[in-house]
């Protein structure tokens, strides 16, 4: 059964603690990305992924980081450098990054700060 | 840069009623358009995707237009349903291989 996990399902973060966000593919896509979703407003890209070993940011990558060490999986990191954390994050991939193809999502990780 | 607006930002109508959606974009050199499905709490689903040299796709009662000289597109849902309810949200691909999405229409369908 194809498709994008992403864990966990909630995610508490205290002050000054770096936090991270587990996201799977077992679609054998090359390329992978990460959104941020805040009320009222689109999806807004943090950083992506074309190719193993390899990620660009996006318009909102300060604050977070990421890795590419295998195929399907792209971890996001929320660094305490990052103010505002509190948001429903999503992850995606689709067959290429020039393919214009669909872009398959995960169902998400909410991201709260105590 | 690519910007997309939906308007309204929420709508409510009584079951049976005919859907229309609009989704407005910026940049006419827009290539694939696509409307998503966001369930509360969820991820999006993917509904339709009108390749930049169609003017529209059809699935069962969805029907999306691309007019890229006007810069919109619209996503109609025939005899909605209370399973409709949801929020849509569509989103354009530029030449930087991004998707820019809009903030989506919120529908409540009403028994």
């Known amino acids: 059964d194809g498709g994008i996990t992403q864990s966990p399902k909630y995610l508490f973060r205290k002050e000054g603690q770096n936090v991270t966000l587990s996201c799977e593919q077992n679609l054998n896509h090359d390329a992978m990305y990460w959104y941020r979703q805040d009320p009222g407003q689109g999806l807004r890209l943090i950083y992506y992924s074309q190719i193993v070993n390899d990620f660009q940011k996006g318009d909102i990558a300060e604050g977070y980081s990421v890795s590419r060490e295998k195929k399907e999986s792209f971890p996001l990191t929320v660094t305490s450098a990052q103010k505002n954390p509190t948001a429903f994050y999503l992850c995606?991939?689709?067959?290429?990054?020039?393919?214009?193809?669909?872009?398959?999502f995960g169902p998400g990780t909410r991201l709260l700060v105590l | 840069k690519q910007e997309v607006t939906q308007i309204p930002a929420a709508l409510s109508v009584p079951e049976g009623e005919n859907l229309v959606l609009n989704c407005s974009f910026t940049?006419?050199?827009?290539?694939?358009l696509q409307w998503f499905r966001q369930d509360p709490g969820k991820g999006l689903t993917s509904l339709l995707l009108?390749?930049?040299?169609?003017r529209e796709q059809t699935s069962g009662r969805l029907n999306a237009s691309l007019d890229k000289s006007s810069g919109r597109s619209t996503l109609y849902i025939a005899a909605s349903q209370p399973g409709d309810s949801a929020t849509y949200l569509c989103a354009g691909y530029s030449n930087d291989y991004k998707l820019s999405f809009g903030a989506g229409t919120t529908v409540t369908v009403r028994a």
């Open positions: 995606a991939s689709s067959i290429a990054l020039d393919s214009k193809e669909t872009q398959y």
């Open positions: 940049d006419s050199a827009i290539y694939n």
């Open positions: 009108i390749q930049s040299s169609q």
